[in-house]
Structure formats: C-alpha cells, structure tokens
C-alpha cells in the first residue's frame, strides 16, 4: 500500500494527523499555520495538470527539512484548486471564481480563529491565484484579527545562472523552471517526450509591459499556443534539485520569521513630532 501522509510534511507537521485532543492542548501563541494552495490546471503537453499543487507541496517538504524540529509550524490540507479562469477551455483546467476561493479562505480563516490560532500563511504556488490572496489576507485579517501572511513560490530566490534572462521574464507556465521542478520530483509525471518550447513577443513589443508586474490583463488564449511559457527542454533533474534546496533553506527562515512575528510590536512606542 502507498503511504500517501508520509514524511516530514505529512507525517510529521500534518495538522489533520493530530487528534481533537491534541489539537486543543497544543501552544498557539507561537504557532504558524500554513494553508498551501495550488492549482488544477493544463501546463501544456508534458506537465500534469497538478504542477502547481505539487509544488506547493514538495517546496514547503524541502522547507521544513530545515527548521528546527521543536518548530510549532504545522500544514493544513493543500487547496488543490485555484483561480485559473485564464486557462479556461484548455483541457484539463478546473478553476474556482474569485468569491469562491474568497469564501473558502475566509471560512478556514474563521475555524482558525476559534480554534485558538492566531497566524495563517497563504503559500501559494499558482501565479493566478496571487493578486486575488493580496486581497483576501486583508479580508481574513479585518475580519479574524489573525495575522495574516502570503508567500509565493514563483516570487522566491534564484541563482542568477540558473536562467537565462529570457526564461526568468518569459518562462512563467510550464517552462524550464517548472519542468525542472517536476522532473526532480515527481519525474514519472513528465512527458519528456513532448518538451515544447514556446516564447511571446512581449519583450519585442513593449518596453514597460511585463508579466512579473501583472501590469496587462492576459489570458493563455491571448499569449500561446502550446498552453506553456518557457522552455523546457532546456529544464533538467538536477537543475531541479539546486532550486529545492535554494528556495527550501530560503522558506524555512521565513517560516521562523512568522512564527515569531507580532504584528503589535510594530507600531512606535513614541510618535515623532516633525518640525517644519
């Protein structure tokens, strides 16, 4: 039988794993709870259409093989499905709306809340899913009082050799950072056989436009025809590996960070009279 709750992730820091009782006696003013969301959606001919979850998950496996066991951090179910309208009519894609995956959120948000928690993280791994989180976390954070954080998987550290500058502006759906990922764990899922290779005109045709600054509205249908942007055939195992282990030690010290985060200590203990 496959164990599919194993790990460091799934056996040892799986809230669900831990009884009522457990649960209920356990610290939280330390605690941080992290809620990882992905995505069901097509990533092109050779990726599963479960690429943003998985990665959702296996970063956040890496992660935790940093931080100090005592750590009061502990993971929620993953939200396999996101906002991902832009796919839409792609085989494949299965997208929630905006106010659903706000209503969904909110209401974890609120269980957390009673159960006595008082942090939740927001660890995203679909791009689509990003500017509606912004808002949302505002949203759960007026209405619960939680301390509310998001932290997005595309938006972590890379070696400045570990892509070329067209793959790191261009190469954000199914492309050599994504496949690289995937083949490094989960490499039955990849289709290598069918790496495409598939870039849009955006850097020809405008000087300020760019994905990474969501500054256009765009869908798949407007941007590409194989349903991916990158190249990955240019994407291997091995480059995979390198990125876990940079984005995993990157993630566990922000996990800490959270984890010891209080919101109220921000505010100046004296305010400052400006002169004129």
């Not at 989960?186 to 005109?201: A, G, K, Q």
Request: glycine share 8%; aromatic share 8%; net charge negative.
């Amino acid at each position: 039988m496959t164990i599919r709750y194993s790990g460091k992730v799934w056996g040892d820091r799986f809230l669900p794993r831990l009884s009522s009782t457990q649960i209920q006696k356990m610290p939280k003013k330390d605690s941080l709870i992290i809620l990882p969301i992905g995505a069901v959606e097509q990533h092109g001919p050779h990726l599963p259409v479960f690429t943003d979850t998985l990665l959702a998950e296996t970063v956040l496996e890496e992660a935790l093989k940093y931080v100090p066991s005592d750590s009061n951090i502990w993971v929620l179910p993953s939200l396999p499905y996101g906002k991902s309208n832009e796919h839409l009519g792609r085989a494949g894609t299965f997208s929630l709306s905006s106010t659903t995956l706000q209503s969904l959120i909110l209401d974890i948000g609120r269980s957390l809340k009673q159960n006595g928690f008082r942090r939740l993280l927001l660890f995203n791994a679909h791009g689509g899913n990003s500017d509606l989180l912004n808002l949302i976390a505002r949203e759960v954070r007026l209405e619960t009082d939680l301390m509310v954080f998001r932290l997005n998987v595309g938006g972590l550290t890379l070696e400045e050799n570990i892509l070329n500058e067209t793959e790191r502006l261009l190469g954000i759906h199914g492309g050599d950072y994504e496949t690289s990922l995937i083949m490094a764990s989960y490499p039955d899922w990849v289709r290598e056989d069918e790496l495409p290779v598939e870039y849009p005109e955006l850097l020809q045709k405008s000087k300020f436009l760019r994905f990474q600054k969501s500054n256009f509205a765009w869908t798949i249908d407007d941007v590409s025809s194989s349903g991916i942007l990158g190249n990955a055939k240019t994407a291997s195992a091995e480059k995979g590996r390198r990125i876990y282990e940079q984005h995993g030690k990157e993630v566990a010290e922000i996990l800490l960070e959270m984890m010891n985060f209080e919101i109220d200590s921000l505010m100046a203990k004296e305010s400052i009279e400006i002169k004129k």
